[in-house]
């Protein structure tokens, strides 16, 4: 076993789990945290996407330790039921959401897109090209790519 400390969602967090150990794994097993989908455990299908220190990476096969001292963001700290995040309103406003399987790993990838490029208004190629990392099979991916189109435009508003 060994000591993992690290912040999730904006709160210091300290767990004893086995050092082979995935994020996904102590998100999941030891954190209770269901928002972060398991899938492939390939790094093919994003269901496990999650923020790392503000980017994001998949939780399935990125080992715990890599997280010792570092910020970890799951769809749990985006938002909550009575203030959703932009991001979060605009999937809703625009039908984005089938299954919603998929949708947490949308999100935090295309927040991961729209952090990197503040104020930056995609094309439809760009937010594509963000979100390729993420499959849905529910959908065609038209909805998707307008929400994320018009939370960047409410996100550059301010």
């Given amino acids: 076993m060994m000591r993992l400390d690290f912040t999730l969602n904006g709160e210091a967090v300290a767990v004893e789990v086995p050092p082979d ?9 030891e954190l209770g945290l269901l928002g972060t989908k398991e899938n492939c455990l390939e790094a093919e299908c994003g269901v496990c996407s999650v923020l790392l220190d503000g980017r994001v990476v998949n939780a399935c ?3 715990a330790a890599q ?3 570092r910020s970890v963001t799951t769809i749990e700290g985006l938002g909550d039921p009575e203030r959703l995040h932009p991001i979060q309103q605009a ?3 625009h039908g984005a959401v089938q299954c919603g399987y998929c949708i947490p790993g949308m999100v935090l990838a295309a927040k991961s897109w729209l952090d990197e490029n503040p104020g930056r208004l995609p094309g439809e190629d760009e937010i594509r090209e ?3 990392g993420t499959l849905c ?3 065609g991916y038209q909805k998707i790519v307008d929400a994320v189109a018009a939370a960047a435009a409410a996100l550059a508003k301010g």
């Fill in 61 to 63: 096969i990125l080992l």
């Fill in 130 to 132: 963000a979100l390729a």
């Fill in 67 to 69: 997280c010792q001292g």
């Fill in 137 to 139: 099979r529910c959908t």
């Fill in 91 to 93: 999937f809703l406003d």
């Fill in 21 to 29: 150990w995935t994020l996904l794994q102590v998100l999941r097993r």
